[in-house]
Each structure stands twice: as C-alpha cells, then as structure tokens.
C-alpha cells in the first residue's frame, strides 16, 4: 500500500514563498505520473504541476514561472516549490501518484493560506 504524507503548509503573506514536500512510504522510481493537485473552498480540484516518468513537466497557468516541481528519488519525496504566493493560492494541496497501471494514490492535503 502507497501512503504519501504531505508537510509544508502553512500561513504566508503575500509575495512570500513555501515549500511542500509529499513522502511516499515506497520507491517513487518508476511512477507514470507525480504531481500536485489544490482545492480551494467551492471549486474543483485542479493540478498545479505534475511531470511523468517520460520527463516532460507541466504546470498551470496561473503558478507558471512561480512554482517549480522536483523530487528525490533517494529520499522517496516530491516537491513543490511556492514564490510569490497570492492570496488566490490558498487552497488545499494534495500529492498525487500515478502508477504504470494507472492506479491513483493520494496524501490527505496540506493547507496553504496567502492572507496578510
């Protein structure tokens, strides 16, 4: 079983910056997909950024040039680098996985609040 745990969150002002990490209890080598999701209260979940096993990486519009994904194969951890944070950021931030099957696996979300 894949269990993910996400740390990070937290309240920040605006223009400051945040840096989420989800810990996966298994070897994230090999995923078709890892990625970060947010929800915000009353919309959908959409994804902030995300890059397959192929290479190729994606973000969304709004956190382009601002946010930045990486991860540590050795330490099992993706990461999801926050800079200039608005307040229409804040939102509930979930680790996604995606495995060669297809199969989907969640963490259970880290606030991030942008308010002065």
């Known amino acids: 079983q894949v269990q993910l745990v996400e740390s990070g969150g937290g309240l920040v002002q605006p223009g400051g910056s945040l840096r989420l990490s989800c810990a996966a209890s298994?070897?994230?080598?090999?995923?078709?997909?890892m990625g970060w999701y947010r929800q915000a209260p009353e919309k959908q979940r959409e994804l902030v950024a995300g890059?397959?096993?192929?290479?190729?990486?994606n973000y969304a519009d709004s956190v382009s040039g601002r946010f930045t994904i990486s991860k540590d194969n050795a330490k099992n951890t993706v990461y999801l680098q926050m800079n200039s944070l608005k307040p229409e950021d804040t939102a509930v931030y979930y680790c996604n996985l995606e495995d060669l099957v297809g199969r989907n696996y969640w963490g259970q979300g880290t606030q991030v609040t942008v308010s002065s």
């Open positions: 890059f397959s096993n192929s290479g190729s990486t």
């Open positions: 298994v070897s994230i080598f090999g995923f078709d997909f």
